[in-house]
């Protein structure tokens, strides 16, 4: 344990903060000293207040790491906060009851014991007041229950003795098996939805009168998605039919007995589907099986293997990338040069309020209003965006040679003008949004359960966690209920093998 460590005293501690900043400022001032005489001795020309403020903006990275929030959110304008767009004062809002419209309602009347019904004034009897009560309302919870269910099935013969027929049962994940398809749904959801281990799962289940263990909770989930593997390719492929699919990856552990290595877990996502894989890298040829042979826009964040792709001829596609991941780059240089990382901030946001004016294509849109909507996106976008990323362009050569190629600023620079390209798609092909949130939104559950559970046993664990995951993501964009979508999909499956259930057939 270093001596600092051991300081308990927060007025020595302060004390001993100031110093150590003092001295890094005295050694930063004497190292960018030193690299100018080395750039010097080489014959380059560099300046050393550049130098210095490389230094500066290392130093403000340390300390934003270690003192600052880690959140990328803005500080919003007052005016902004306190007007709507007619500059009318908006209503203020605060976290009152809120409606709950999918919770049954269950009327519970509390009444006066006999002995309890005297007048506190008179002693006489106090009788009901007709339909009047004074009214309230609480929600509560029913504890999960478990139940042994001993199916009886009724048999039946003729009085010719010549048949005898027997009632049919319930349809079984696992001929003569003991656990229910809900069972296994119920497992499923919790693990892949709210992300809770089976070890954690098996500790809940005991307290509530179950006996059971992690690998027969495994068993069903691992039977229940073979039943499902015909859907799950399904939704990869359908998926795959959007004109404009959102792409990013995320790493997963593989843990087996001997090692423990990283995977990662690549997700396609449209506006209704979300699918994911998980490969043991992130190559070409992983980003190859996962878009197959998808011939129109994929919006990324700006991994090259995505342009790797279409360069090596693999690909007939057309990459877009994310305004999001451009603004984070000025974000993180906003420490050490705030008067340029500003304006650069303050364009992008005036990207997103033109977006805001945008209609939404919805898919139950019919084929000419969406059409018409389309074209509506693509004159204001002409009208108002284009003019703006002109502006961001031509700020941003202004600016270049200020910053050196190694700051944060210069590397800001470089990254949005590398991909210039693909940052303009949106202009012209309407169906393309600023950025790739909406992958970074359905690969949230994925980091989520990778935190609790940590990743993966085995190759099969892998297919397992992929196939949860698309069923389980892709319900929550369509907006139903994801154990009843395993049910239900699950059920068909189990009475006629090879059925393939979309949310569509649900709703």
């Known amino acids: 344990m270093s001596k600092v460590a051991e300081i308990r005293d927060p007025n020595t501690l302060q004390e001993v903060a100031s110093h150590l900043e003092k001295t890094v400022i005295r ?18 020309d560099v300046s050393p207040q550049m130098e210095l403020q490389l230094l500066k903006e290392q130093l403000e990275a340390m300390k934003r790491a270690m003192f600052a929030t880690s959140s990328e959110r803005r500080p919003e304008n007052k005016d902004d906060d306190h007007q709507n767009d007619k500059g009318e004062k908006k209503p203020k809002t605060g976290h009152g009851p809120r409606t709950q419209p999918d919770l049954p309602i269950e009327k519970v009347v509390h009444t006066l014991a006999d002995d309890e019904r005297t007048c506190s004034f008179c002693g006489a009897e106090v009788n009901e007041m007709g339909e009047q009560f004074e009214e309230s309302e609480e929600i509560t919870v029913i504890s999960l229950e478990y139940k042994v269910l001993h199916h009886r099935r009724q048999k039946y013969r003729c ?9 049919p049962g319930p349809v079984k994940l696992t001929p003569g098996g003991r656990y229910s398809i809900d069972f296994a749904a119920h497992v499923a959801e919790n693990k892949y939805l709210d992300h809770l281990p089976l070890e954690r799962q098996v500790r809940a289940m005991q307290r509530a009168g179950l006996i059971i263990d992690s690998q027969t909770l495994w068993d069903q989930i691992e039977k229940l998605a073979q039943h499902l593997q015909p859907t ?3 939704l990869c492929k359908e998926a795959l039919k959007a004109g404009v699919i959102y792409a990013d990856e ?4 593989m843990m087996t007995k001997n090692n423990s290595c990283r995977w990662w877990t690549w997700c396609v996502a449209s506006d209704e589907i979300a699918t994911y894989r998980i490969f043991s890298n992130r190559s070409q040829k992983a980003a190859e099986k996962m878009l197959g042979k998808y011939e129109y826009t994929v919006m990324t964040d700006g991994y090259a293997t995505y342009d790797a792709l ?8 057309t990459i877009a990338h994310c305004w999001a991941h ?9 420490d050490a040069y705030p008067e340029l990382s500003k304006p650069a901030i303050a364009m992008i946001k005036d990207l997103y309020k033109i977006e805001k004016k945008l209609p939404r294509i919805t898919p139950d849109l019919p084929g000419h209003e969406r059409k018409r909507l389309l074209e509506l996106r693509h004159k204001i976008r002409q009208q108002e965006s284009r003019p703006k990323i002109d502006e961001i362009r031509n700020w941003a050569f202004e600016n270049l040679p200020k910053a050196l190629p190694e700051s944060k600023m210069g590397k800001a620079l470089a990254y949005m003008l590398k991909l210039w390209r693909g940052l303009t798609v949106f202009l012209d092909n309407p169906q393309v949004p600023l950025d790739n949130n909406a992958a970074e939104r359905a690969l949230r559950g994925v980091v989520v359960g990778r935190k609790n559970h940590y990743g993966s046993r085995s190759k099969r664990g892998t297919e397992v966690a992929a196939l949860f995951y698309t069923m389980m993501e892709t319900a929550k964009l369509s907006g139903i209920d994801a154990r009843a979508y395993l049910r239900e999909a699950a059920t068909r499956a189990i009475n006629h093998p090879g059925t393939i259930t979309l949310p569509a057939d649900l709703t």
């Open 326 to 334: 451009v603004r984070r780059k000025f974000i993180e240089a906003e």
């Open 232 to 234: 799950y390719e399904a």
């Open 159 to 167: 009085s010719c003795n010549a048949q005898v027929v027997t009632a």
């Open 310 to 317: 279409v360069k090596n001829g693999k690909a007939n596609l």
């Open 250 to 253: 995320t790493r997963w552990q």
């Open 27 to 44: 050694q930063s001032k004497e190292i960018a000293k030193l690299r100018l005489q080395i750039a010097r001795l080489r014959g380059h």
